[in-house]
């Protein structure tokens, strides 16, 4: 089981950055995916949820506005555009996917992170 999180990396202010996260191993189209982000210093924040069917989507007040996720599940990805990055942006961005269970509880599988780092 592995999901491989890439597109990180270095941008300026107002730039913009596409993160994917590709899985392997497991039933991809079955997991609900989020990305979270975690700055230096700081606790791990969700950034913005999509549904196993890509259906619906949901996203921190924070980012409303500046990211998209959106996922194709014939290619085992899912995906996070952001654009008009902020200094604050800053952070190690990760994917978990997640499959609740009907009787209660979930599996859950996360990524190692990609570096998002915004300056001038």
């Known amino acids: 089981v592995q999901l491989v999180e890439s597109g990180g990396g270095l941008v300026n202010p107002g730039e913009s950055l596409k993160l994917s996260c590709a899985a392997s191993g497991f039933t991809f189209s079955g997991f609900a995916v989020s990305w979270y982000r975690q700055a230096p210093g700081k606790g791990r924040e969700l950034v913005a949820s999509i549904t196993s069917g890509g259906v619906s989507t949901i996203y921190s007040d924070s980012m409303k506005g500046r990211f998209t996720i959106s996922r194709d599940n014939a290619k085992n990805s899912v995906y996070l555009q952001m654009d008009s990055l902020k200094f604050e942006d800053t952070a190690v961005y990760f994917c978990?996917?997640?499959?609740?269970?009907?009787?209660?509880?979930?599996?859950?599988?996360w990524g190692q992170g990609t570096q998002v780092t915004v300056s001038s």
């Open positions: 978990k996917a997640e499959q609740f269970f009907a009787e209660g509880g979930a599996r859950t599988y």
